[in-house]
C-alpha cells in the first residue's frame, strides 16, 4: 500500500487549503487524516468509511470536510476557516480490507495569524 498526499502549504487564518491523498495497492474501507502539532501527540482530524459514513474531530467540525473518490482511491480534505491551531503536518490514512493501518508520509499546513 501506498499512500500519496499533496496540497499543504502556508495561508494566512481564514483562509482555506484542500488536501488530497491517492492511495494504490488494496481496496480501502477507511480513508482519512490524522495530524500532528510539534511536541503533540497524533490526532484524528477526519475519516470517512467506504459507503460514505463519516468521522470528525470536534474541533474541526462545521469548518473541514472530507470526501473520497473510491474510483481514483482518493481521499480529500478541504478545510476552510483555517485557525492558527491547525498548524500541524498532516498524514493521510488508510485501513485496507485485508488489514493494517497504512499512513503517508505527511504534508505540512501552515496557518498564520
Known amino acids: 500500500v501506498q499512500l500519496q498526499a499533496s496540497g499543504g502549504g502556508l495561508v494566512q487564518a481564514g483562509g482555506s487549503l484542500k488536501l488530497s491523498c491517492a492511495a494504490s495497492g488494496g481496496i480501502f474501507s477507511v480513508m482519512g487524516w490524522y495530524r500532528q502539532a510539534p511536541g503533540k501527540q497524533r490526532d484524528l482530524v477526519a475519516t470517512?468509511?467506504?459507503?460514505?459514513?463519516?468521522n470528525y474531530a470536534d474541533s474541526v467540525k462545521g469548518r473541514f470536510t472530507i470526501s473520497r473518490d473510491n474510483a481514483k482511491n482518493t481521499v480529500y480534505l478541504q478545510m476552510n476557516s483555517l485557525k492558527p491551531e491547525d498548524t500541524a503536518v498532516y498524514y493521510c490514512y488508510t485501513n485496507p480490507y485485508n488489514g493494517g493501518d497504512y499512513w503517508g508520509k505527511g504534508t505540512q499546513v501552515t496557518v498564520s495569524s
Open positions: 470517512m468509511a467506504r459507503g460514505g459514513r463519516t
